[in-house]
């Protein structure tokens, strides 16, 4: 059963004619059916401020705004659907999804099984440690057999530790409801990761536990990210199933108008000041 979606207040709507014109059901199969149907069928995550649900049950966030708009342009009704990250490339490559809105990171191993739109953000990671582990302060540190590092199951930064801390430990957790900072306060892994938009959040979740954060060259002294900090910045896209060109066309001519309007960056700080903050 469809979900209703909240709209930000403080969303700006763009003039999308030249995104419409590339947007026929004669360029794409994909779109054909969407219009048959009358219903955009979209996969997201729940992360903030990605999307989340607010007290009644309606999806709200950057994605869930960026699902109406969409669905908007294409003349349908948006119905937006939460999974867990390892699951979001499946929904789309079966075609139970028309599309993942998901702050999804592209990499080389989704492309594998699904094809991306250009991207629409960019965003970086660090890792987070207990400040009292005084033998924590380096990625050096942290690889090594007796360190165990926790990731949120099927996000982008589960790659990440692997390539940076491949001496080390690695499991992964449903992260949806649970933050992954529980598991370092709870001494059940000693190392977890975090992006960047994500670290007021995690230090909420902390209820005064002071953390660390370590990024490319240390401990991150002053707790705000340079993106020379970061871990690996990746870009970030719409994911679609693989093989129609036309669809991709039509949500490359979205994401062009997207950003160069600067319509997603006023809906992400918007969520994010909402969400987060």
Not at 95 to 106: H, P
Not at 154 to 175: E, H, M, P, R, Y
Request: aromatic share 6%.
């Amino acid at each position: 059963m469809a979900i209703a979606l909240v709209l930000a207040p403080s969303c700006v709507w763009a003039d999308t004619a030249a995104v419409k014109a590339a947007c026929t059901a004669d360029k794409s199969p994909t779109i054909k059916a969407i219009q048959a149907r009358g219903t955009l069928l979209w996969a997201t995550g729940l992360s903030l401020p990605t999307a989340t649900k607010d007290a009644d049950g309606n999806f709200i966030g950057v994605e869930p705004d960026n699902a109406k708009e969409l669905a908007d342009i294409l003349g349908v009704k948006a119905e937006v659907k939460d999974y867990t990250y390892d699951l979001l490339p499946p929904s789309v490559a079966t075609g139970t999804e028309d599309i993942v809105g998901a702050n999804l990171y592209i990499t080389d191993t989704r492309r594998k099984a699904i094809d991306f739109s250009d991207p629409y953000n960019h965003e970086g990671s660090v890792f987070v440690v207990l400040a009292s582990r005084t033998d924590l302060n380096s990625i050096d540190d942290m690889n090594r057999p007796d360190i165990h590092v926790i990731t949120g199951t099927g996000t982008g930064l589960v790659d990440l530790a692997a390539k940076f801390l491949n001496k080390a430990q690695q499991s992964t957790a449903d992260i949806s409801s649970i933050p992954e900072v529980q598991f370092i306060m709870t001494k059940q892994a000693d190392v977890t990761m975090v992006d960047t938009p994500r670290i007021p959040l995690m230090v909420k979740a902390a209820h005064g536990t002071a953390l660390k954060l370590i990024g490319k060259h240390g401990v991150i002294a002053s707790g705000i990210p340079t993106r020379d900090d970061m871990i690996d910045p990746y870009d970030i896209g719409f994911g679609v199933r693989k093989g129609d060109a036309g669809f991709l066309d039509c949500l490359n001519a979205w994401v062009k108008d997207l950003t160069e309007t600067g319509r997603f960056q006023k809906r992400w700080d918007f969520w994010l000041a909402k969400l987060v903050h």
